[in-house]
């Protein structure tokens, strides 16, 4: 589960207490002297689905959304009210499984629109296949045979400057009217977009103020007859401090962004519900983990919210029938792929999860055995001193589940061992992303991983895993002043007592990811100096195919000492 979802116990109590209270006003009599009657209205959110076609499985838990499903699930919460928005914050592409991913992520544009999503804004990964690729999926209308997918999806963002002149089909707001009520959906993108891609993925897109931006787009909405103000951002939680409050860019914007009567934030994979200012604030789990379900009960005549209320829901596969249409719509494209990915590559004596060491879902705090793997893999290719990845970069486990699910491009485990085919590997690393050789200093390589670890104890991609050597950083020191330690790896991964040259005259070859050396994630802009070398994925696919059985292990590679550091689980 994701590190926010002891958060639903706490507002348990509050929803019940506070956004719940049914203080129902009496109908409001209008200018003709008839009755207005409060309208209820409901809004359906999920976050950072990444298109998710399949259900996802949670290790202990169960198996969770899946296109069909969701659609399912979606069409129910219509049927129980028809002044339903449903609703997502950007990400519903890029970073995708591969039945997805392989087909440029055509298939996750379709399925949204059969699943009904009525609008969503832009976030970093919206942008991994640059302009073009962007424009190619604002334009889907219809499926591979030319029929039509249903309503469009409106696409909202207000605070890109020149977005018109790079993309058509975004606007800064879209305005819905449910039986009467006129409510205003605004979108802003997160700011540090431009450091999560490539260069030059944003055309002539500059990234402004979302709070300036969001409040400017609200306020013409208004002028135009809105009512009720629903923003969707690609800002989400960072963590929680040592009084268990929320942190992050999405609470700061809720903090400036004026008189909004819903937040839904997404990016970071948090189940979070709280109310800011006047607005109700929701995150969810990614991937279709979760939805929340917001209900407000309105007066049409002055748009005041009566009353109102949130709940999260676990959308369990199982308990609904899949949507006929979107099983339809995967069925050839998963056939097409199950030859190439369904190959067995090797196998692992343990399971290999993108969780890290400290029970963080997404890998992000700590030392991860899928980031040991990956980047032991590219360290031997080229025989490299050490090398380094972010652990944004890492999308899934590594190895096959023992559950056996068709849709995943694995056989069914028979055990001891856990297999690892072509297709789970190029789920963990799902962007194209080449490795790239470079020689560095010490100094420089003390600045990657300086940058590594920046925005702990927050949960960020720039997160480093590394392979050569064991470093050692204080999480309480000033970000930037946090390694304290670097020693090299023994050949058989245990950390050694000899201290890496952090210099600026030592000098070192470091395997990394091309993203990673073009400056994304904050890391050092050396793409002048780097030398392409292959696939990362097929780096990795080699690596393990080469050994047959992999015996990865937790090494000590990355240790923090201070008083908020992240706790290693038993």
Same mark, same amino acid.
């Given at each position: 589960?994701?590190?926010?979802?002891?958060?639903?116990?706490?507002?348990?109590?509050?929803?019940?207490?506070? %956004?719940?209270?049914?203080?129902?006003?009496?109908?409001?009599?209008?200018?003709?002297?008839?009755?207005?009657?409060?309208?209820?209205? &409901?809004?359906?959110?999920?976050?950072?689905?990444?298109?998710? %076609?399949?259900?996802?499985?949670?290790?202990?838990?169960?198996?969770?959304?899946?296109?069909?499903?969701?659609?399912?699930?979606?069409?129910?919460?219509?049927?129980?009210?028809?002044?339903?928005?449903?609703?997502?914050?950007?990400?519903?592409?890029?970073?995708?499984?591969?039945?997805?991913?392989?087909?440029?992520?055509?298939?996750?544009?379709?399925?949204?629109?059969?699943?009904?999503?009525?609008?969503?804004? /832009?976030?970093? =990964?919206?942008?991994?296949?640059?302009?073009?690729?962007?424009?190619? =999926?604002?334009?889907?209308?219809?499926?591979?045979?030319?029929? +039509?997918?249903?309503?469009?999806?409106?696409?909202?963002?207000?605070?890109?400057?020149?977005?018109?002149?790079?993309?058509?089909?975004?606007?800064?707001?879209?305005?819905?009217?449910?039986?009467?009520?006129?409510?205003?959906?605004?979108?802003?993108?997160?700011?540090?977009?431009?450091?999560?891609?490539?260069?030059?993925? /944003?055309? !002539?897109?500059?990234?402004?103020?979302? =709070?300036? @931006?969001?409040?400017?787009?609200?306020? @013409?909405?208004?002028?135009?007859?809105?009512?009720?103000?629903?923003?969707?951002?690609?800002?989400?939680?960072?963590?929680?401090?040592?009084?268990? +409050?929320?942190?992050?860019?999405?609470?700061?914007?809720?903090?400036?962004?004026?008189?909004?009567? %819903?937040?839904?934030?997404? =990016?970071?994979?948090?189940?979070?519900?709280?109310?800011?200012?006047?607005?109700?604030?929701?995150?969810?789990?990614?991937?279709? *983990?979760?939805?929340?379900?917001?209900?407000?009960?309105?007066?049409?005549?002055?748009?005041?919210?009566?009353?109102?209320?949130?709940?999260?829901?676990?959308?369990?596969?199982?308990?609904?029938?899949?949507?006929?249409?979107?099983?339809? $719509?995967?069925?050839? /494209?998963?056939?097409?792929?199950?030859?190439?990915?369904?190959?067995?590559?090797?196998?692992?004596?343990?399971?290999?999860? *993108?969780?890290?060491?400290?029970?963080?879902?997404?890998?992000?705090?700590?030392?991860?055995?899928?980031?040991?793997?990956?980047?032991?893999?590219?360290?031997?290719?080229?025989?490299?001193?050490?090398?380094?990845?972010?652990?944004?970069?890492?999308?899934?486990?590594?190895?096959?589940?023992?559950?056996?699910?068709?849709?995943?491009?694995?056989?069914?485990?028979?055990?001891?061992?856990?297999?690892?085919?072509?297709?789970?590997?190029?789920?963990? $690393?799902?962007?194209?992303?080449?490795?790239?050789?470079?020689?560095?200093?010490?100094? +420089?390589?003390?600045? &990657?991983?300086?940058?590594?670890?920046?925005?702990?104890?927050?949960?960020?991609?720039?997160?480093?895993?590394?392979?050569?050597?064991?470093? !050692?950083?204080?999480?309480?020191?000033?970000?930037?002043?946090?390694?304290?330690?670097?020693?090299?790896?023994?050949?058989?991964?245990?950390?050694?007592?000899?201290?890496?040259?952090?210099?600026?005259?030592?000098?070192?070859? $470091?395997?990394?990811?091309?993203?990673?050396?073009?400056?994304?994630?904050?890391?050092?802009?050396?793409?002048?100096?780097?030398?392409?070398?292959? $696939?990362?994925?097929?780096?990795?696919? &080699?690596?393990?195919?080469? &050994?047959?059985?992999?015996?990865?292990?937790?090494?000590?590679?990355?240790?923090?000492?201070?008083?908020?550091?992240?706790?290693?689980?038993?």
């Amino acid at each position: 589960m994701g590190p926010g979802k002891s958060r639903r116990g706490r507002w348990a109590a509050v929803i019940a207490a506070v %956004l719940a209270v049914a203080v129902l006003a009496p109908a409001t009599a209008g200018a003709t002297g008839q009755d207005h009657e409060p309208v209820d209205i &409901q809004f359906i959110t999920f976050s950072d689905w990444h298109g998710q %076609l399949d259900p996802l499985f949670v290790f202990g838990e169960g198996t969770f959304g899946g296109a069909a499903e969701l659609s399912t699930y979606f069409r129910q919460e219509e049927a129980n009210n028809p002044n339903t928005l449903i609703l997502t914050a950007g990400d519903a592409v890029g970073a995708t499984p591969p039945l997805s991913n392989f087909f440029d992520d055509e298939p996750a544009a379709r399925a949204m629109r059969l699943m009904g999503v009525d609008a969503d804004t /832009l976030g970093n =990964h919206n942008f991994d296949r640059g302009i073009a690729g962007l424009q190619n =999926h604002l334009d889907i209308t219809t499926d591979t045979s030319g029929a +039509e997918l249903g309503d469009p999806i409106a696409y909202v963002s207000a605070n890109l400057k020149n977005r018109d002149d790079n993309v058509s089909g975004v606007n800064d707001y879209a305005m819905f009217d449910l039986d009467g009520v006129k409510v205003a959906v605004i979108g802003v993108t997160n700011p540090d977009v431009a450091e999560l891609t490539f260069p030059g993925s /944003l055309g !002539t897109i500059e990234v402004t103020s979302p =709070h300036v @931006a969001a409040n400017k787009a609200r306020a @013409a909405a208004k002028a135009a007859g809105a009512e009720v103000f629903v923003l969707l951002a690609h800002m989400g939680v960072s963590g929680y401090d040592e009084d268990g +409050e929320a942190f992050g860019p999405l609470i700061d914007l809720a903090k400036k962004a004026g008189d909004f009567d %819903l937040i839904v934030g997404d =990016h970071t994979d948090f189940v979070f519900v709280d109310e800011i200012g006047n607005a109700v604030v929701v995150e969810n789990e990614s991937r279709g *983990r979760t939805y929340a379900r917001v209900s407000m009960t309105v007066d049409p005549v002055n748009g005041r919210i009566i009353s109102e209320s949130v709940e999260f829901v676990d959308p369990v596969s199982a308990d609904v029938t899949p949507d006929a249409a979107i099983v339809d $719509l995967l069925a050839p /494209l998963r056939a097409q792929l199950e030859v190439i990915l369904g190959q067995v590559i090797g196998q692992s004596d343990v399971v290999i999860p *993108r969780a890290d060491s400290c029970g963080q879902s997404a890998g992000r705090t700590c030392e991860s055995l899928v980031g040991n793997v990956v980047t032991d893999a590219i360290r031997a290719r080229y025989s490299a001193d050490f090398a380094i990845t972010n652990s944004g970069g890492l999308r899934a486990n590594l190895t096959c589940p023992t559950i056996d699910d068709p849709s995943d491009f694995c056989p069914p485990f028979v055990g001891p061992n856990y297999d690892i085919t072509a297709g789970s590997v190029l789920a963990v $690393l799902p962007f194209g992303n080449q490795v790239v050789t470079i020689n560095v200093t010490g100094e +420089e390589l003390k600045a &990657q991983l300086e940058n590594g670890v920046s925005s702990m104890p927050g949960v960020s991609g720039r997160f480093a895993q590394v392979s050569g050597m064991c470093f !050692t950083y204080d999480i309480d020191a000033a970000a930037g002043s946090r390694v304290t330690s670097v020693v090299y790896q023994a050949d058989d991964g245990t950390c050694t007592a000899d201290e890496v040259d952090l210099s600026a005259s030592a000098s070192y070859v $470091l395997a990394q990811n091309d993203f990673m050396a073009s400056g994304g994630d904050g890391y050092l802009d050396l793409s002048t100096r780097m030398v392409t070398q292959e $696939l990362m994925d097929a780096v990795v696919t &080699q690596y393990i195919g080469d &050994q047959g059985l992999i015996t990865p292990t937790l090494q000590g590679r990355i240790n923090c000492v201070g008083s908020s550091c992240p706790v290693t689980l038993p």
